[in-house]
Structure formats: C-alpha cells, structure tokens
C-alpha cells in the first residue's frame, strides 16, 4: 500500500493552504508565466491555460496520491486570491524526508508569504506527519529562495556544481544556463524558536519572496 499524506489544509495568520481547483487555472497559469518564475523553474514557458488546468486536475492530485509528496495551493485568507505555491516532493517515507519548493506571484512579492507558508509546511509535516528531515534546492544565483531558507532556519549543506538547468532571457527569446544548486536541509530540531523570532520581528515581511 503506498503511503500518502492527508487531503487536508493548513491555515496560517495570513495565509491558506489549500488543494488546488480548477478555478485557480487563470491565476495559476498568470504566475507560471513570470519571469521570475520561468527563470527559476523548469514549468513549460509559455503556459498555457491547458497547460495550467492539466497541472491543477492531474498532475498536483497525482503527486498526493501516487505518494510522491503533496501540493497546495497558498492563498490570502482576506481576499482568497492565489499567492503561490508550495509544494513537498521526492518523499521518501523509509526516511521520512521530502524536499520543500516555494513560487510566489509577482503581486505577493516582499510580504514573506513564501517564509510562511514554508514555515507551516514543515511545522505539519514535523509535528503532525513524524517526519525528519526537509530538502530544499536553491539554484546558485537565485538569492530570494536562499533568503527564505535562511529565514525559516535551514542550514546550507553544500554545493551541486552544474545540477540545475536555469532560463535567462535574451534577445532571441530564453536560453538555457546551467547552473549550480545549493542544498539546504532543516530539522525538527531546526524550527525551535524560528516561528516566535519571525513574529517578534516582523520578519516575515523582510525579504522578497519567490523561487
């Protein structure tokens, strides 16, 4: 029997994390066509509605179901409106281990959104799924997404050299560039004090915030 995390969501101060739905197709395929976004990630570029839909009603529900991980759809709990996206993938469950993604929408850029929906993230999947250990992989030169591991306590483990293909834009359209990938990992042990020390510092809302 393969071992799933819960259909289930997880809300915040700010924030909800929820199972996508097909109504967050335009929003969703808005924010894989950032820049930012398409610089930093391997979505198909451009993205489509089709593209976004198919991603939303199978995709993301398979990666639950078929024991990879899970996906959530993170939202503003005032408006509702689509912030991002965080995701757990590459589980293993022997180990129990899983690496942590994060894309924020241009929109919620500089609200440290991504540090707190990671942050919820691991607190559940610690505390209420046992697990171990999280992952995350930052490319080299994407110094937002290694603000937010900074921020949530992860501690940098070292460097990929030439692991991840990332996309610059040039005159011609974008252009593959391989680039390398720091490794960060956080431990129950880790998240001690991050939560209450982002809250007395206002520190949630100190960096700008995709991957």
């Known amino acids: ?6 259909n289930i969501s997880i809300s915040t101060e700010r924030l909800v994390l929820r199972p996508f739905e097909e109504p967050d197709t335009e ?4 924010m894989m066509n950032d820049e930012l976004v398409v610089a930093w990630t391997s ?3 451009p993205c489509t509605e089709a593209d976004a839909r198919d991603w939303i009603t199978a995709t993301a529900p398979a990666e639950r179901t078929e024991g990879r991980g899970i996906v959530f759809a993170v939202t503003e709990f005032l408006t509702q409106r689509l ?11 022997r180990v129990r281990s899983s690496e942590l993604a994060y894309v924020v929408a241009p929109w919620a850029r500089g609200e440290g959104y991504a540090s707190e929906a990671a942050l919820a993230t691991a607190q559940w999947v610690f505390n209420d799924q046992k697990f171990e250990r999280l992952e995350l992989r ?4 994407n110094t937002a997404a290694q603000q937010v591991a900074q921020k949530i306590g992860c501690i940098s483990e070292g460097v990929l050299r030439g692991a991840w293909i990332a996309r610059a834009r040039t005159e011609a359209g974008w252009t593959d560039v391989r680039t390398d990938v720091i490794v960060w ?3 129950p042990e880790d998240l001690a004090g991050v939560a209450e020390e982002l809250a007395d510092t206002g520190g949630f809302a100190a960096y700008s915030d995709w991957n």
């Open 1 to 6: 029997m393969t071992s799933t995390f819960p």
């Open 27 to 30: 929003a969703f395929a808005e």
């Open 43 to 45: 979505v198909p570029h």
């Open 83 to 93: 912030v991002g996206v965080v995701q757990l993938r590459n589980t293993d469950w």
């Open 138 to 141: 930052t490319a080299a030169d």
């Open 185 to 187: 990992s956080l431990l």
